[in-house]
T-cell receptor
Framework: GNSVTQMEGPVTLSEEAFLTINCTYTATGYPSLFWYVQYPGEGLQLLLKATKADDKGSNKGFEATYRKETTSFHLEKGSVQVSDSAVYFCALSNQAGTALIFGKGTTLSVSS | GAGVSQTPSNKVTEKGKYVELRCDPISGHTALYWYRQSLGQGPEFLIYFQGTGAADDSGLPNDRFFAVRPEGSVSTLKIQRTERGDSAVYLC?????????????FGPGTRLLVL
């Protein structure tokens, strides 16, 4: 079945550090891949997505590349800010497009 | 425009009671989804509506859970004979169109506590 595995948190970084949050998936066919973010006290919102292999999604300085050969969609940012502190969820869409399957989430804490 | 709204924001009930959770999707969005998020976990899919019909209800945990979307807009998730294990945040999302690459827009959730 479909599943998403993302690195355990919490991830604690200093401001301007480089961020990587690993995400790998198991899926039938070629799913679309997403990163959602949940800031403290707010709802889930889309950060970026990629719908086919080798696509790169990007937003707010974050990037992730859809790697079919390694079934991965790692999230990266070159220089994190305190305001990036949040919980990050990797997700894939099932083949029918009727549901998102989420990872457990990774908490990022950035200090100044 | 307005995002997805959910009411109530919090609901406390007693074991065995019936509850209804409401979702108001973004205007014009044809697809609507319900998820459940337990503490420290990612959201888990419950049910998907395309228009008025439940096109995929494979995530509903048992027959105590039911959802409707009678006019293709507002949806209600109904839980009968609530159990303490039903305590979670219930999230609603909508998308303009159905499809694997479509962005789902999430509401703020209803936090359900079953005592």
């Amino acid at each position: 079945g479909n599943s998403v595995t993302q690195m355990e948190g919490p991830v604690t970084l200093s401001e301007e550090a480089f961020l990587t949050i690993n995400c790998t998936y198991t899926a039938t066919g070629y799913p679309s891949l997403f990163w959602y973010v949940q800031y403290p006290g707010e709802g889930l919102q889309l950060l970026l997505k990629a719908t086919k292999a080798d696509d790169k999604g990007s937003n707010k300085g974050f990037e992730a590349t859809y790697r079919k050969e390694t079934t991965s969609f790692h999230l990266e940012k070159g220089s994190v800010q305190v305001s990036d502190s949040a919980v990050y969820f990797c997700a894939l869409s099932n083949q029918a497009g009727t549901a998102l399957i989420f990872g457990k989430g990774t908490t990022l804490s950035v200090s100044s | 425009g307005a995002g997805v709204s959910q009411t109530p924001s919090n609901k406390v009930t007693e074991k065995g009671k019936y509850v209804e959770l409401r979702c108001d999707p973004i205007s014009g969005h044809t697809a609507l989804y319900w998820y459940r998020q337990s503490l420290g976990q990612g959201p888990e899919f419950l049910i998907y509506f395309q228009g008025t019909g439940a096109a995929d209800d494979s995530g509903l945990p048992n027959d105590r859970f039911f959802a409707v979307r009678p006019e293709g807009s507002v949806s209600t998730l109904k839980i009968q004979r609530t159990e303490r294990g039903d305590s979670a945040v219930y999230l609603c999302a909508s998308s303009l169109l159905p499809g694997a690459g479509e962005t789902q827009y999430f509401g703020p959730g209803t936090r359900l506590l079953v005592l």
